[in-house]
């Protein structure tokens, strides 16, 4: 576990750009059982590609006409069962931090894992949500 002053900007980050920070299993469950429409899940993480690549990619896309219905993040390394609840509704992909998600109504419809982050830039990671935002959005 990392320690709490460590980890609070970089989920800063997401929550101050209206991601809704889920931190235990049940909050997860609860979402997914009562939030309809589109959902983009950040698995948050302290390495370097979410700081470079992840968050501001994700946050870049945020200014696009279309966008997900539904922002979360969990803390992979902190959130322990939160993050392991989230990864249940990203079957058959394996654990992978940081990730992103983008969902609808609970089914997983695109998964872009750590190897599709790592050495990409944050425009780049943002161009590809803008074109699932206009997609499925």
């Known amino acids: 576990m990392y320690p709490p002053?460590?980890?609070i900007p970089f989920k800063n980050q997401l929550t101050d750009h209206q991601f809704i920070s889920l931190e235990t299993a049940e909050e997860v469950d609860e979402f997914f059982?009562?939030?309809?429409?589109?959902?983009?899940?950040?698995?948050?993480?302290?390495?370097?590609?979410?700081?470079?690549?992840?968050?501001p990619g994700v946050i870049m896309s945020l200014n696009h006409p279309k966008r997900p219905d539904h922002l979360i993040t969990v803390f992979a390394?902190?959130?322990?069962?939160?993050?392991a609840a989230a990864r249940r509704y990203l079957l058959p992909y394996p654990p992978s931090s940081p990730s992103i998600?983008?969902?609808?109504?609970?089914?997983?419809?695109?998964?872009?894992?750590?190897?599709?982050?790592?050495?990409?830039?944050?425009e780049m990671i943002a161009q590809h949500l803008?074109?699932?935002?206009?997609?499925?959005c």
């Not at 089914?107 to 790592?118: A, N, Q, S, T, V």
């Not at 074109?131 to 499925?136: E, I």
Request: aromatic letters at 4%; glycine letters at 10%.
């Open 101 to 122: 998600a983008l969902l609808k109504d609970g089914e997983l419809l695109h998964m872009i894992e750590r190897h599709m982050i790592e050495g990409r830039s944050p």
């Open 5 to 7: 002053e460590l980890v």
């Open 130 to 136: 803008k074109a699932l935002y206009d997609q499925y």
């Open 33 to 55: 059982r009562t939030q309809r429409g589109t959902v983009l899940l950040v698995i948050n993480s302290v390495c370097g590609c979410a700081a470079g690549s992840a968050r």
């Open 77 to 83: 390394g902190v959130d322990k069962e939160a993050t």
